[in-house]
Each structure stands twice: as structure tokens, then as C-alpha cells.
């Protein structure tokens, strides 16, 4: 059923008829993301009109979807509304459970929280703002005939209500890309890369092709060149092993065994990716795969087991994990390479892609919970866990929507890098046109599945970053006059793979409502807007702008601090 998302407990049906073609609005946002609903919240504090548009019935992305351990390094590096978020996290758990209960302690201040919660604060913030209006299975496609032009200006685009069949045009001043994929500015005519750059290209540290033990050095194979390849994709997990809210993992009707078998002697032999399998020793593998099958558990120094083999858990409230994929593993889920077509492929692809993916996640769970083979200490601790079956009650509790790490990559004012995010200092380089501080590492997960004799699936790894600023160009393209891109933003594979974090994600957005309701104001471009006064105003959203240790919005000199940092930028000419 098609809605208009007001809140998780009261939704309100708008059916087509009640749509008009010709509707108007300020500001027009295509993708209900993290990203899109901090764009619809900023530009409507603003004052402004805002549609979201959003391809599934959920508002949320993937932090409605099991993306519930927060993926920040440096808490307190952003801010703003993606705070906001956070504080009314934690604040629901005290408020539901009370301020000593251990929910309110595997929130963990508000950074760890259970797909359903995080939707319902989502829809919260946006039922705040009256003249936000949110559609929910609104398709659009990145096809010429679906966006009008008028010079260098979007005019309207078209959307397919996926419940009726039918197409609807919404015109607006400015229009807001917070697709995962990059659709809109794609259909504009913005030009974007897809694939990794090599190292040399712009001398970033990791980059291009590389073998890397999991915390350890990069290996034999590594040529850092550039390809077309993509990382891998996957589903965010919610599981848990509490007996009175499991589901059991289920066997798909698409089962393929030959897909999993090589789990069997990676439970044995204890073989994982991480730097300790160097120390390991033949007579060390044999007598760990003797002691499993005598009914023991694995002797091999970091060694996962159990489910904990397979995908890398994180402690969410009321006895729920955030299951990723296991970064220690030659096998878990992520399914590598056959998402290479995704960011400019169809939604029928998209979805036949999400379909396989499903199966093939839920087939290595059944594999290593039924199969005779997988040794029967092994199978009976997987079968402790099971999906959680009071979320996502409306998909069979599993996941609604992929985690698309990586599509479109687009040409910006500027183009970050992994430069940007590594100096020898405690900071990164500070851009005069900051409108956010983030910090996460270089982070992309497999380009390859599987190779004989290679240490890692080709394209993992993490490296080391400091807290960095983001520029204002990174969202703002150079041919198109009323369009900003917060989540399908302006870089390089290995710059991309630090800001595709979704607190960075929210904090883009959160300066590209505030930039497009400036640029209405001021009867400008999105490309014409005055910095100083964006900064202004996200600073008093609460926002940082320049990672500074000890210091929060609360401080009462907090944005003299801010200033002088940007204007210390703006001397140097960074």
C-alpha cells in the first residue's frame, strides 16, 4: 500500500487519486535514505515545501534495515541532525525501558539500535514537519523520457506509483538525489564514474587491486591497478537467539549446496583471513580439525565460530545483533562480483539481484545450521540463532532492501580522495567550504569471490584515517543548476569508501536541504550559494564543521572555535 509516512504506529493512505500531476513543491527529494529524510527535515526547519520520494514502503534506508551498529570512528566527529537521531535513540530506550535497563546499555548511547526503532524515529522527525510530504513506493528510473530539462535545470521528473501502475510528474526549485544508485543525477546528465581507480591516479594509499590480510599487510597478487569492478553487496541481519522471538533460518526454494561446501574445511582447518593465519602451522590445522570432529571447537588463534564464522555481529538492544558480513571469513554474505551491473542497471535487475541475494544468504545460513557435512558442534551453535521475528514482519523478517554500498559515483565541484581524509596529524586537510567533520576508515569489501592460494577476497581491507572535514562541493554538480547529490557524492573509490557511512550520509543531506532552501531564498544556483552563510546556519543546527577533540555543539564558544578554524582554511588557501 502505497502512504504517507507520518509516524510507525499511524500511517496515513494517499491513494492516486488524491495525487495531483502538476503538484508542486520547493524542494523535490528521490530516496527516502538517512540521507534524503536529513535533506527533507533541514530544508523544511527552512521553511520550505519538500516531497520525498522513496522506491519501498519503509522509510529509513539501512539503518531500518539492519544497519543498527553505527559505523563511525570518531563519535562526536559528526553532529547536527544525525546527533539529533542518536539522542532520540537513546532517549526511547529510557523512556520504553527505563535509564538502568540493559537496553539502555546496548544502545550504547544511542549509536546501536533495532531496525524497527530506528524507522520509528525516523518517521518521527519527519511527522514534525507538516509540510513534508513522503510517498512510499514511488519508483523512479534513470531513463531520459522520466526527467524534463529546461538549460542547465530540472524541470520535473516522472515517478511509477508501484501500487497503481501509474505514472505521476512532480515539478520543484530544487531537486535532491539521495538514491543509493544515483538515478537522478544520472537521468540529468551529470557524469559519473563507476569502478576504482589505481593507486597512481591520485596517489592515494590503497587503491586499485590489493590483497590484504584482514589487519595485516597487503599480499602476494596486489597491483593497486584501476578496473570497473564494484565492491560487494549484502544484507544487514538482524538476528538473535532468544527463544521466545526467533524465527529458525530456512532453507530457499533456489538452494545451491556446491555454493557453500567450502565452509567445511574453513570450520576444519581453521582458515580465516585475518594476520594471525600466518603463525599457524599443517600440524596446528590437523589437530584443530581432530579436535572438532571429536565434538570440540576450534584452537586456531582468531578463529570465528558458529554463526560468528560467517557474519560479524554486533550487541543490539532486547537481545538482537547487527550481523554483517564476517570480515575474518573467505565465505559469509556478501556475494561478490554478480553486483557489478547494479548501479546503472534496471529496477526489474535490481530486483532479481536482490532476489538471489536473499537466497544465497539465507542457503550459507541453513548450509552451516543443517548440512550433515558441516561438523555437528558447528551446526548445533548456528542453530542457537535465528532471525528476529518481531522485525520486518511485513518481509518475512528479513531485510527489505539491499546495502548498496557503493553505485554512482558523480563529478562535483570537488572530487575527494583518500588525500583528503589521511595526513600525518590528527586531522585531515580543512576545506574553507566545510559543511561537515566526519571519521571513518578507507573501507570497501570484496571486488572478487573467492581465489585458490589468495589471502583474502581481492579488494577487502580498511586502512587507517583521522577525523577529516567535507567540502560543500562534494553534493554540488557542475552542469546542472538546481540538483544536489548528498549520497551519491563526488570521489574516488577509496575517497567514496569513507563517506558512504551513513552519519556522514545524514550530514550531507542535512547541508543539502539547508543549501537548497538558501539557493530558493536567494534566488541563486545550488553552485551560487554564499558559503560563509551556509556555515552559518549549520552551525546553528548544531552542526560541526571542523573535528575539534574536547569540544561539542553544547560549548558555549563552540562556533567562535568553528569559525576561526574555517577562516584559518581560508588563509592558507586549502
Known sequence: MRTLFFSVVSLVVLTTSMVSCTKKYDVVVVGGTPGGVMTAISASRMGKSVLVLERTKVVGGLPANGLGATDIATRGATTGLFLEFVNRVKDYYVKEYGPDSQQVKDCSSGYHFEPSVAARIFSEMLSECPNVTVLTMSQFDSEPSNIEMDGTRIK????????TGKKEVFKGKVFVD???EGDLAAAAGVPFKIGREGKDEFNEPIAGKVYKYWRGPVGEGTTYEGDNTIQAYNYRLCLTRNKDNIVPFRKPDNYNR???VSLIDDILYGYHTGVATLEVTDKQREENKKAILSGG?????DDRWGVAKITNMVTLPNGKTDANN?????ISTDLPEEN?????????WRDAFAKRLREYTEGLLWFAANDEAVPASFREEVKGWGFAADEYTDNDNFPRQVYVREGRRFEGMYFFTANDAELPTDRGPLHRDAITASHYALDSHAHHKREPGRIHLEGFLSYPTVPYNVPYGVIVPKNVSNLLFPVPVSGSHTGFSTLRMEPCWMALGQAAGTAAALAIDKGTTVQGVDIPTLQDELLKQGATLVYMKGHSPSDPDFIKLQKE?????SESGI
Open 178 to 180: 539521495a538514491t543509493y
Open 258 to 260: 556446491e555454493e557453500y
Open 340 to 348: 557489478w551491473q547494479w548501479p546503472t542497471a534496471s529496477w526489474e
Open 156 to 163: 520535473s521528473i516522472r515517478i511509477l506509483d508501484r501500487v
Open 565 to 569: 578554524a574555517l577562516s584559518k582554511a
Open 326 to 330: 564476517q570480515h575474518m571469513a573467505f
Open 297 to 301: 571447537r576450534t584452537m586456531i588463534r
